[in-house]
């Protein structure tokens, strides 16, 4: 599975435990498109990359963390054929996936536990869209687009 990954300065530390996480734990074929260091930026500078990686078919899914998961969620969600939210709980995780289609993914680096960030993205992961009623919904959100 092909996995683009980015963070703010809120989210750098949890990423660079998560790319190997991914890369080694879960099997995952990573592109880290930063930031680089715990140095201030911009995190719709980060958001654009993941999310259009997603949106071109050049990744399977996104992760994106920063302090609150928020700012990320709000940036990625704007590339058309992006469903991203921000994500606190494994059950949230699962959900968005069997409901929502979700496909890119929003952490918070400083209030939820790296320990607890792993768990939701290996349900994000690991959940399948359960189609059905939610195809329509789902639909719906890409006509918004048009
Ligand atoms: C950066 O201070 C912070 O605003 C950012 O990481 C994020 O939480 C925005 O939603």
Known sequence: MRIAIGADHGGFEQKQAMVAYLRDD????????????????????????????VADGRADFGVLICGTGIGMAIAADK???????????????????????GNV???????????VNKEIVKTFLETPFEGGRHEGRVAKIAALQE
């Open 26 to 53: 879960l099997g995952c074929e990573v592109e880290d498109m930063g930031c680089d260091s715990a140095e201030s930026v911009d995190y719709p500078d980060y958001a654009a990359p993941v999310a259009h990686a």
């Open 79 to 101: 590339v058309a054929g992006i469903r991203a939210s921000s994500i606190t709980t494994p059950a949230f995780a699962e959900l968005f996936r069997q409901h929502n289609n």
């Open 105 to 115: 993914v929003c952490l918070s680096g400083r209030f939820v536990d790296l320990a």
